[in-house]
């Protein structure tokens, strides 16, 4: 770069997605990890452990609903403008088994000023459908790395 662009799109997705990452201690106790992450996207994964079960020895769906809204919270905070959850919800699809990995794909599918729509597909490994979420976010102020967006890559 010639010192005069500014910070790709990807770039401050990718730095957000890191920051956050190290600060979401939620995430990481329970082993989601940021496998993607652009503007208005992110791919989040979580193998389901034995504590994850519920009375019927299957995932319980509290999980499955962390993992899709991990990856909601990451896809619409990667413009590194601070945005939390409006309202979502969830279909849950088919039953999770024990160590099951699981895949949430979060992909944006508007966004104003203040609002935005993501829809998020969780997947086990064979790529079957399990869960899908739907969040509806809204922006506050602040951004989750002051200034970033205006810095300039060398």
Known sequence: MSGNESVSAEG??????ETMYRKDTAAQHLGIALKEIGPG???????????????????????????????????????NQNT?????????????????????????MTRTDRTGLYDITVQDKSGKTVALFRGNSHTIKGQMIPGLNERKEK
């Open 84 to 108: 939390v959850a409006q309202a979502a919800q969830i279909n849950f699809i088919q039953a999770v088994p024990e160590n099951a990995f699981l895949t949430a794909t979060a992909v944006e």
């Open 12 to 17: 401050i997705a990718r730095t957000v997605g």
């Open 41 to 79: 996207r992110a791919v989040m994964t979580m193998r389901v452990l034995d504590y994850m079960l519920n009375g019927h020895r299957i995932c319980h769906g509290g999980y499955v609903f962390t993992l899709a809204d991990t990856a909601f919270a990451y896809a619409c905070n990667s413009y």
